[in-house]
């Protein structure tokens, strides 16, 4: 069976700092017209910092489209062309003051292909050296050490519902417990 959809126009409706928004109309496999609306983000990179005795580095910030205070791994916004290494690694400094002596890119997740084409780059980070951090002006931001069973429970008891930050606990439980190597 034939999956695909052949973009027939491209219609922007808003371009902002974070985002762009477009309107698509599209062929359907029968042949079918149909509209999409489509959230263009240039990416991210998501860092999952693991300390040598096992705990992981959380970031807690106000996340405005939910009006709630969220616990999430650090992450942030790729740059035009930027590596998402790089970007790793600026991210992790500025919102937790850590460098790491390793980053290593486990995985990139689509984030929510219904809308969005958004990318995020998981990244894990050890050999962790402690620093002063220097979030963005407009960031507030706390950082703040778990266990892995900790932020398990957490997940479990909806205090932790991004899903970014689900699935890098679910990686750290697994690296922390030797199944997966880094």
Known sequence: MKYEEKTVSRKPIYHGGIIDVELQEVELPNGKRSK????????????????????????????????????????????????????????LKEETGLKAASLKHIISLHSTPGFSNEVLHLYAATGLVEGESCADEDEFISSERYTVQKLLDMVLNHEITDAKTIIGILLADKIVKGELKI
């Open 36 to 91: 999409r609306d489509i959230v263009l983000h240039p990416g991210a990179s998501v860092i999952l910092p693991i300390a040598e005795n096992g705990e992981v580095y959380m970031v807690r910030q106000f996340r405005k489209p939910i009006d709630k205070v969220l616990l999430e791994l650090p992450a942030g916004k790729l740059d035009a062309g930027e590596d998402p290494a790089v970007c790793a690694a600026r991210e």
